[in-house]
């Protein structure tokens, strides 16, 4: 993608010198939007640990806020805001949120949520717009890293039916194909197709997984790094490079993260 020019057409140097003060808050202004939200979002989630006598009342208006507020603030962008923008911050929001409920609670439940807050603001700065695709595809991976190991250690933990599991792991598996696959794909059906078929394939992964003795998080790693590796694959095909050393590569990468995620496993 080609760069956009310093200076507009028609503008000289003099004049966005006489203006660079009002340009540069009307630059910071979205920016200041997004850590306000991040912000919240942190204080929301030590509220919510700090209050336990209602966590399903206060998780649902944690997600409701947020979800509102993250419309509001791609409305700002005018033309350039499409609903798509949306799916990743929320999933992310559900996702960081509920496998907090996994985690020691301790001063590392603490980092975790600052940690979480400053990936949700660069969701929100970078990973949810159309124009910075290695940006969404590193921070979608993270956030389909927190929905799917929420969803699965449901059934780790309190024995949840595989057919409950599967239903909802469909459409977070899908919701964030689709959001990725939209700055490749040429129509919104093509996109719906193709992440239908990604998230089948991996439904389907993960249903056999369930006879192994594998930990929840190991799970969700060898789903998170095929994830990857398809999007990745159809990525290069839309951009017509794909060859059998990308390929070979997205082997090999992935061949070697479920090793890494294999040899440190806990196995029941």
Known sequence: MVAPPLYPRGITLAGSQNNFPHMKIRSLLP?????????????SMELWFALGKWPIILFCIILTVLIIGIILIRSEEGELFHPTQAILPTLAAFG?????????????LHAYFAGCAAIFFFILKYGAKQAWP???????????????????????????????MLAILYPIIGLTTFQSLVRYAHTLYETALLSLAVAFVLIEIIWILQFLPLHFVVETGFIVSLYYAALQIIGAAYEKRLSRKLLLELMLASALGVAILLSTARWI
């Open 31 to 43: 920016s200041s939007h997004y850590v306000l939200l991040s912000l919240f979002y942190f204080i």
């Open 96 to 108: 960081f949120t509920a496998f907090a409920i996994y985690l020691p609670q301790s001063l590392f």
């Open 134 to 164: 290695t940006w969404n595809m590193s921070l979608s991976l993270v956030a389909l890293f927190a929905c799917v190991a929420t969803v699965i250690g449901w059934r780790y933990y309190l024995y949840s039916p595989v057919g409950y």
